[in-house]
């Protein structure tokens, strides 16, 4: 691990912890722009089972290919698919970093996410943990892939906004 | 309790009338009524899904799932055949298996030792002669006159069709084909033509709602065209699409049977954009329908299979929806998606691509959920209500379009008939 953690540099850790940071704050505001800005053109953005992914059964709850599809899946939330208002919190723990090569950063982060909905208590929606790939482009890190493998055996009813 | 029209069960709510257009609330939050749904449609008298043979493909594989709120273990011998046995071991009754799937030679109860084939004979007892003390002296044991073949696991009967397993706690059922009948027969071969199932994997959600608005939802060709703005948009689900209902004789089960307009021949996805109004996708992919020989004319065959599960082919989406009642107010939902053997890797992909609709995350499926949640909300509250199923008027018939409740009323029709019967 430390072999890996010296490949990084104080800025370059810092740059990543903003990276990871600033993905919970726009997802938990909803600034679904940003969002996509923070993936990479040709992105691959996961959420899937961890029963699936333990069995390497290919299927996700979604799978998304590119930044097009990061934008349809915005276009769906906002003007296709009906749902109950709710606000979701992210809570992130640190990067495990389990490679870091010229061109990316492997790392994977335990995650946590609650539901609030209008007027009830706020419930655990999901977590999991995270494999991410974060590579060095033109306007800063970006991540070139993000996969949630969730522990949550039931999704509670639905799951509108990307995690 | 209020004054019940009904004439065998008093627990029954009271329906207005003797048609089936008027729900009453009542009976999706009643728990009497929930009990006696259990014990008539789960656990009596009809198939309940439990899998599909691609998910224990060798011998000794096992999957853990539920028939109605009981656990049952679908388990492949080493003969090959499918058996299914309840979750409960004949000696103190906890629920041994908690492995959801696996592969083993036996199940071993961990409290005693009992031990099990994979038929559910009782194999091992331990201690069952006793201990012999120092003094050569027998202690305790089980009684002379126990029998292992008295003490199985219950052992359910099973039918297996084009791969796929039902089982039934009731020994007297009809056989599978008589079950779903002539009508819905086709429809069920259309998709499960023999052809080896090639598992991709689950979607589990758990629905507040009570389960028959899950079998109500996909008989219901109303919504969809309107609800889900994507399938509108796409020209996947219009209610100008040829279409056509079916369902058995009973009224139980259905078939909703679509073919997407122009879009759907050839793949042809320039084509869909004329559906758009608009609205432009900036990856086409998710909707990169092909068309596969064993379609036939419809490009969408919904089958809902009284009570438990239902079939979707949504263009190159299939899958299986398994419904696991929670109560009165509640229901697992579970989405086996699969493909064929002879799929190439491109229609793989589609296939999985196309799942982005379908599930707890879909585009046409998760305000499926949505609904469901915000009606159960009111029946909790008014259980007095009614909700109407009126469109395309009071009877239950076949038709030639998708303008009309006829499924919904079909499924309370059946529903009065069996609950309504002497117990």
């Known amino acids: 691990m430390v072999s890996h953690m010296t490949a990084l540099s104080p800025t370059e850790w810092f740059a990543m912890m903003q990276l990871y940071a600033e993905y919970d704050a726009v997802v938990d505001a909803a600034h679904w722009e940003r969002w996509v800005q923070l993936f990479t053109d040709d992105c691959i953005y996961r959420v899937q089972p961890r029963e699936n992914f333990d069995r390497g059964l290919p299927l996700a709850t979604l799978s998304l290919e590119g930044k097009g599809m990061l934008l349809d899946r915005v276009f769906g939330i906002r003007e296709t698919l009906f749902h109950d208002p709710y606000y979701q919190r992210h809570v992130t723990g640190p990067p495990l970093v389990t490679k870091v090569t010229a061109e990316a950063i492997e790392l994977s982060v335990n995650y946590s996410v609650f539901r609030t909905k209008l007027s009830q208590p706020t419930t655990v929606f999901n977590v999991g943990r995270t494999i991410d790939v974060v590579v060095n482009t033109a306007n800063g890190l970006r991540f070139s892939r993000r996969e949630f493998i969730y522990d949550s055996e039931l999704i509670p009813n639905s799951m509108i906004y990307p995690i | ?423």
């Open chain 2, 1 to 423: 309790m209020e004054q019940s029209t009904n004439s065998g069960n008093r627990a029954l709510p009271s329906w207005p009338g003797d048609d089936s257009h008027l729900i009453p609330f009542d009976v999706y939050t009643n728990d009497q009524v929930h009990s006696l749904e259990l014990e008539r449609f789960f656990y009596n008298k009809h198939w309940c899904y439990v899998g599909l043979e691609a998910e224990v493909p060798n011998p000794g594989d096992f999957k853990r799932t539920s028939i109605g709120e009981r656990s049952v273990i679908m388990v492949k011998d080493k003969s090959g055949q499918i058996c299914v046995v309840e979750n409960i071991c004949a000696h103190r009754g906890m629920r041994f298996c908690r492995e959801r799937s696996g592969n083993t030679t036996s199940f071993t109860c961990p409290y005693h030792q009992w031990n099990y084939s994979l038929q559910g004979d009782l194999r091992g007892v331990p201690m069952r002669k006793g201990v012999t003390s120092a003094d050569g002296v027998v202690q305790g044991g089980m009684p002379p006159e126990f029998d292992v073949a008295d003490h199985g696991l219950n052992r359910l009967t099973v039918a297996c069709r084009g791969g796929v397993v039902f089982a039934s706690f009731d020994s007297s059922v009809e056989p599978l084909d008589q079950f779903l009948g002539p009508e819905i027969v086709p429809w069920f071969d259309r998709l499960f033509n023999g052809r080896t199932l090639h598992l991709l994997g689950y979607n589990r959600q758990r629905i507040p709602g009570n389960w028959k608005l899950m079998q109500e939802n996909i008989k219901d060709p109303y919504h969809p065209g309107l609800l889900h703005t994507w399938f509108v948009t796409f020209g996947l689900w219009r209610a100008d699409n040829k279409s056509m209902l079916r369902m058995d004789r009973h009224g139980r089960h259905a078939a909703m049977i679509s073919t997407r307009g122009n879009a759907g021949v050839g793949g042809d996805v320039a084509k869909v954009q004329s559906f758009k109004r608009g609205m432009e996708l900036h990856d086409e992919r998710i909707i990169d329908i092909v068309p596969e020989a064993w379609w036939g004319e419809p490009s969408v065959v919904m089958t809902t299979v009284f009570p438990s599960v239902i079939f979707q082919q949504q263009v190159n989406s299939v899958s299986t929806r398994q419904i696991i009642p929670c109560g009165s107010g509640n229901f697992d939902f579970v989405w086996t998606h699969f493909g064929f053997d002879d799929d190439s890797e491109e229609m793989t992909e589609r296939r999985l691509r196309q799942a982005n609709l379908f599930g707890p995350a879909g585009y046409v499926s998760a305000d499926d959920g949505e609904v469901i949640e915000f009606s159960q909300q009111s029946f909790d509250s008014k259980p007095a209500g009614t909700s109407l199923a009126l469109l395309g008027g009071t009877d239950v018939g076949d038709t030639e379009h998708m303008v009309t409740e006829t499924l919904i009323r079909g499924m309370y029709r059946y529903w009065r008939t069996v609950m309504d019967a002497a117990p």
